[in-house]
């Protein structure tokens, strides 16, 4: 579903995104993990078309996109983004804010389509007329992911999504991302600096350091710890001692 | 005894009425490491910064005790608390990049908090910035003494503030989630940094986070905060015997890399957590 093929990402004179290639699976779930400014998330922008300044090869679904995307694209492939505080309008109603992209897209039944958003990330219908405020951290997220939803996409690009909630919400939304995928039979790329996350969703998973994909493997073998470059053998070992700590 | 708490309670004017946001906390601190562990509005920061008096002013704060080293907090005087913010008491906050003067430059930032508690001379101050930024293990720490707040790593920056707090030699550190805007590798050794300064000069370790395996990695004991209450107190070596559910909730709904799970589990929340 998502071929990316030697991309190169250049700021100035600084090579952050050096020659990465990947592909994922229709209907499949691939993590990308680093540390910041290892150039994860300059990948993940770059997919979605938020730079134009980039080389190499990107296809979703086998057709080859440019630095520029046509209309059409942004209702196959959405983003949802780390903080929930930040990426939603403050003041602008949940229904305003979901109404959106289907106006943008001349789409019809707008109004149904809201309400089976809603239902689709469990936010009771009543969250519709509320502002971005009102709601907890848990729900905005909810609100950004059926924002993504709305468009009926193939793609979702997950940058972070649970890094800026507690880890009993984060549970929450995992397990609606999993669903969904299953539901919906979408595809994602996740990026994220939590190993355990990675693991959890994705059944691939490529490490990211200093703007070079130095690793990739799925998720058992990473799991099991049979994993060769320093840098994954360095997050898996932290990743393991803390949990050893709460068994 | 360095800190006292017994029975705090802090609340916020609301137009329906007061709301509790802290309900009877009580806490006794020496020279160990003391780990407070809750979720976003649990009001674990709420009662650290009371214990500095750092609320707003809205914020309305009872308890029966609330002493810091033998002072009373509640009836000290606003020059009583300078002497003890800062000076006897480290305050190490989140993000060093919204904490740290941007306009000023790491050597002067150090310097400036070592001047105000020991005075000196502006060389001296320098010349004990440089060295208080050796001691936080910065590698070229007078390339770093030079450097403004914006070119430096977020590691780095908390290590500064780190030094700052260290300036005054002071006998406790509040530390308010001083990893979470930070990754996992250099996550680790700012604590590990943190664990090793509090245990070399004596001094006592308040840690509050969200992050329960972390905290209990690196305190000696962990208190769980839910709802403005504390729910379970326990020692970290004992956190897999922890027999709340709450705590027991936190536990399992976090993602394991070396047990997989088909869902993680999620906390249903029993109201009776809140009111025993």
């Not at chain 1, 848990?138 to 972070?160: F, K, N, Y």
């Not at chain 1, 649970?162 to 539901?183: F, G, H, K, P």
């Not at chain 1, 994705?202 to 070079?212: I, K, T």
């Not at chain 2, 190490?92 to 740290?100: E, G, N, T, V």
Request: net charge neutral; aromatic share 4%; hydrophobic share 40%.
């Amino acid at each position: 579903m998502i071929d990316v093929e030697n991309l190169r990402v250049r700021f100035g004179s600084r090579e952050a995104v050096k020659g990465v290639s990947f592909s994922v699976g229709q209907g499949d779930c691939f993590g990308v993990v680093g540390e910041s400014g290892s150039g994860k998330s300059t990948i993940l922008r770059v997919l979605a078309g938020l730079y134009d300044d980039w080389s190499g090869k990107v296809a979703f679904g086998g057709e080859a996109v440019g630095p520029r995307r046509q209309r059409a694209f942004f209702r196959k492939v959405q983003m949802v983004f780390q903080d929930p505080y930040g990426s939603l309008h403050p003041r602008q109603t949940i229904d305003r804010i979901l109404s959106e992209l289907p106006l943008v897209h001349g789409m019809d039944d707008i109004d149904g389509r809201i309400l089976r958003a809603l239902d689709a990330v469990a936010l009771p219908r009543a969250a519709r007329f509320r502002f971005p405020h009102q709601l907890s951290g848990g729900q905005r997220q909810r609100v950004a992911i059926a924002r993504a939803l709305i468009a009926e996409p193939e793609v979702l690009l997950l940058d972070e999504p649970t890094s800026a909630l507690d880890v009993s919400v984060q549970a929450e939304i995992l397990n609606l991302l999993a669903d969904l995928r299953r539901e919906r039979g979408l595809t994602y790329l996740l990026v994220s600096h939590n190993l355990a996350v990675v693991a959890h969703l994705c059944s691939h998973v490529g490490v990211m350091y200093g703007g070079e994909m130095v690793e990739l493997t799925d998720a058992a073998t990473l799991r099991e710890g049979r994993v060769s470059h320093p840098h994954t053998q360095e997050l898996r070992r932290l990743s393991v001692e803390l949990e050893e700590t709460g068994n | 005894m360095l800190a006292e708490i017994d029975n705090l309670r802090i609340s916020f004017p609301t137009p329906s009425g007061f709301y509790e946001a802290v309900r009877g906390v009580s806490l006794k601190l020496g020279q160990e490491k003391l780990g407070i562990v809750g979720e976003s509005g649990s009001g674990k920061s709420l009662t650290a910064r009371a214990l500095m008096r750092l609320l707003p002013s809205q914020a309305r704060i009872e308890a029966d005790t609330l002493r810091f080293d033998g002072i009373d907090i509640l009836s000290a005087s606003e020059q009583q608390m300078r002497a003890v913010r800062g000076k006897r008491a480290g305050f190490i906050l989140q993000d060093p990049k919204y904490s740290l003067n941007p306009v000023k430059s790491i050597g002067a930032l150090v310097a400036e908090v070592w001047r105000l508690h020991k005075g000196g001379s502006r060389r001296e101050a320098m010349e004990a910035a440089i060295n208080l930024l050796e001691q936080v293990k910065i590698r070229d720490p007078h390339r770093v003494a030079k450097s403004y707040p914006h070119e430096i790593s977020g590691g780095m920056g908390q290590r500064v503030m780190i030094a700052m707090m260290l300036a005054p030699d002071p006998e406790m550190l509040i530390a308010d989630e001083p990893t979470s805007a930070l990754d996992a590798t250099v996550q680790a050794e700012i604590l590990r940094l943190i664990e090793e300064l509090v245990s070399e000069r004596g001094m006592g370790l308040l840690l509050i986070s969200h992050d329960l395996p972390l905290v209990s990695h690196f305190c000696d004991r962990v208190m769980v905060m839910y709802a403005g209450r504390v729910v379970e107190e326990l020692a970290a070596s004992e956190l897999s015997s922890a027999h709340h559910p709450y705590t027991r909730g936190l536990l399992d709904c976090i993602p394991s890399l070396s047990r997989p799970q088909e869902r993680l589990s999620v906390l249903n929340r029993d109201p009776a957590w809140a009111n025993p």
